[in-house]
């Protein structure tokens, strides 16, 4: 009965709101509510009309008032707060600044919208299409109607390039090759365009620099057959002979201290230093001159083209050391056909500090804040190295969960230095426009979960960091160390280990761990690329630990011939870890997002099982949001706990993870998602203690499910991120039972207290 009230009180709401959008206009005026465009007599395929309708009716203007649900609250809160009597106020706020006035049908101009669409489909090679406009009126509102009738679109029958013998021309006819201009293709109007465009490319490779696409004509010819038309490219006959001309690099003059104001540009002999092809301006000597030999690709006598141009300029961007970054190139005063290249570069502050407070969720559930200082030198040793230092300190607390009470607080502190080059015995070379960086790090926290343990941590490593092309990345460490040392054990804890069946892992989490090897990663993404249907995310990762070592020392933990360093076991495995994501463009607004993760870390020599700190765990925000953090698994084992005792963190040496969602956007800043997920964890050996633990021919029926919804709102700096999510299959229930479906059910509060998960968390899960 109160149900039933509830969906009267929502219906007469909406009625009187859709009402009041229309009570306020003025006499005569109707509101318009939209345009909508009909593909008739045509040949396009549905897909194909369906494409175009959406194209056309995005040129239509005036865009209506934005509606939500078939409601307009803009409108509705413009209307309800009347005409203000003064400029300010609530209710002046409310009118202008949440509110949005009616659209007009009076300010649609109908035959100007019919030659916008006509001109389109015209360009599109729909040379004899026909537009017709009219528009419906109903209850105040109107829309208008637009029907097109495309008929047969034109197709290019052929392409002629130049076939003078001059430079220019010759220069043209070579680009012929990977033009998108093409026998048989529909004549579409943007494609020109992008070919002269391409043209003006391929010309600028090679030396062309003062030509541009505007001395491209491609001439149109429809009246060589049925609806097909010749294209002939020329070069224009008014194009200057400055254009037609190929240069080559003269004199490279870099100005590194560069400023708007004072005397930036000193050329007293003190100033000005030679440095093989360049004529560095540095009356400070800032910078050691090295930097440019390795940023800019142009040399004395090198023939211009675009890539080394941008190039040049990427780099010394990328190099994080300039504010500012400007470019010129002028014909050279003595010689014909030479190019002197500027280079005038802002230093950044050479020193600066910064403060960060953050708020953030982790894999485990917990919520928390950090704060931390960064002290930055951008020019460490002249050479743009970066030198960091920074201090942090943080708390974590689980809001609800098993694990509320045992809270966790860091402190630390790290040291980063980055030289912005490959520091090695053998020589390192990169045509891509990224500066490959060499780092080295230092760092040290200090970790307390309380009532439980203390943690020590050390790290250091040293590698390299480069970036192929836009969409590939490599980071190798030569190696990378970890030391781990526990203090102030609480007895709780101590007591846990003894009485707990579980009391092997709990004590590997404070074990001493050594841990120091190469490790390895590749990325590739074009996610940045939004036109794509299809776009793709993949990371592999590889860590090899404790080899050499275990080589020379010949260690084998299985025959209890554990090797030690400095009185601390060394780790000895292998691990490898890929992320693969591929997202699926449904529309303008949704997408279908997918991600398999799969892992394995295989222990030898000197160490039976991975350190802890280095094992897979699943389950929480970013996982399978059904399940808390780190409590699936291992397999089908399952963790008997006391509901007042913290819940012990489960971990792997195996991991698949699967997860699908669909995004799309409801309204405004608020997207909707619908997802689910599945997985689980493994040991790759056996464990007494962990019945159930051990990967098998069986690990399809030991992954764990879930599924829900949630609400992701964008709020242009950060992503908020709520999620509600329940399980639908539990790998520690008995085989045969793990399947939960018939088990569901919402109005069981016991139910929805023991399975219902509510996430929170920033940015997208994957």
Known sequence: MIQNRYIVLFLVTLFLSACSNTKYLPEGELLYVGGKVKIEDSLLSKSDKKTMKADLEALLR????????????????????????????????????????????????????????????????????????DSTAKNKRATADYTVHPNVRYKIKSVTFPTDSTAIDSAVAATKRGSRLRKGRGYDLDVIKEERE????????????????????????????????????????????????????????????????????????????????????????????????????????????????????????NLGTFKFVKNQFRISDTLNNKLDAYYYLTPLPRKSIRFEILGKTNSANYTGSELSVNWSNRNTFHGAELLTISAFGGAEVQVSGQNKGYNVYRVGTEANLIWPRIIAPFPFTSSSGFVPRTKATLGYEFQNRQKLYTLNSFKGSFGYLWKESVHKEHELNITQINYVSPFNVTDEYRQKIADDTLGNSLQRIIDRQLIFGPTYSFTYTNTMEKRKKNTFYYKGSIELAGNIAGLITGANAKKDNTATIFSVPFSQFAKMEHDFRHYFRLSRNSQLASRIIVGVGVPYGNSTELPYIRQFFIGGTNSIRAFRARAIGPGSFNVATDSNS?????????????????????FSIVQGAVFVDAGNIWLMNKNDSKPGAEFSGRFLNELAVGTGVGLRFDLSFLVLRTDLAFPLRRPDNPEGSRWVLDQISFGNSSWRKENLVFNLAIGYPF
């Open 62 to 133: 005036p865009k209506p008032n934005r509606a939500i649900l078939g409601l307009k609250p803009k409108l509705y809160f413009y209307n309800l707060a009347g005409e203000p009597t003064k400029d300010k106020g609530f209710r002046h706020w409310l009118r202008t600044k949440v509110g949005e006035p009616p659209v007009l049908f009076s300010k649609v101009d109908l035959e100007y919208n019919a030659s916008i669409l006509q001109n389109y489909v015209e360009n599109k090679g729909y040379f004899k299409a026909r537009t017709e406009a």
């Open 646 to 666: 913290f819940l012990p963190d489960q971990s792997g040496d195996i991991k698949l993870e699967l997860n699908t969602e669909y995004r799309t956007k409801l």
């Open 198 to 317: 391409r043209i003006d490319t391929r010309l600028k490779e090679k030396g062309y620099y003062f030509f541009n696409a505007d001395f491209i004509l491609i001439q149109v010819d429809s009246t060589v057959g049925k609806h097909e038309v010749d294209l002939i490219v020329k070069v224009k006959e008014e194009t200057p002979e400055q254009a037609k001309k190929i240069y080559t690099i003269n004199d490279i003059v870099i100005y590194p201290n560069f400023t708007l104001a004072g005397d930036t540009l000193n050329k007293s002999a003190d100033a000005v230093e030679k440095y093989k092809d360049f004529t560095i301006i540095d009356p400070e000597k800032m910078f050691n001159p090295r930097i440019f030999d390795r940023s800019l690709y142009f040399k004395k006598g090198d023939l211009y083209n675009r890539t080394n141009h941008n190039l040049s300029l990427n780099r010394l961007v």
